[in-house]
């Protein structure tokens, strides 16, 4: 079984940062990746970042250039680095993880950009 629990989301203005980030608990392998979504309100869950020893690092078109994923595969953890936020960036952001047998997702945290 894997809990992963989330952190970092909040209020910034357009052009701000946020690091987010999220510890796993439970057997984690590099060999699988480990993910960030969000979801916009009235929009469904997208893809913004992964990472795995396997496939290396992947960005949405829309993040490229400005969000960084980095993973820590000793504290079972990963990171979303977001710099020059702008408001679509407005969402809810579930770190994920999948491997051969389950898929697993966090609660969710809010990341609102607005002046």
């Known amino acids: 079984q894997v809990q992963l629990v989330e952190s970092g989301g909040g209020l910034v203005p357009p052009g701000g940062s946020l690091r987010l980030s999220c510890v796993a608990s439970?057997?984690?392998?590099?060999?699988?990746?480990m993910g960030w979504y969000r979801q916009p309100p009235g929009k469904e869950r997208e893809l913004v970042a992964s990472?795995?020893?396997?496939?290396?690092?992947y960005y949405a078109d829309s993040v490229k250039g400005r969000f960084t994923i980095s993973r820590d595969n000793a504290k079972n953890a990963v990171f979303l680095q977001m710099n020059s936020l702008k408001p679509e960036d407005t969402a809810v952001y579930y770190c994920?993880?999948?491997?051969?047998?389950?898929?697993?997702w966090g609660q969710g945290t809010q990341v609102t950009v607005s002046s």
């Open positions: 990472v795995s020893s396997l496939r290396g690092t």
């Open positions: 994920n993880y999948r491997n051969a047998a389950e898929n697993y």
């Open positions: 439970g057997t984690i392998s590099s060999f699988y990746p």
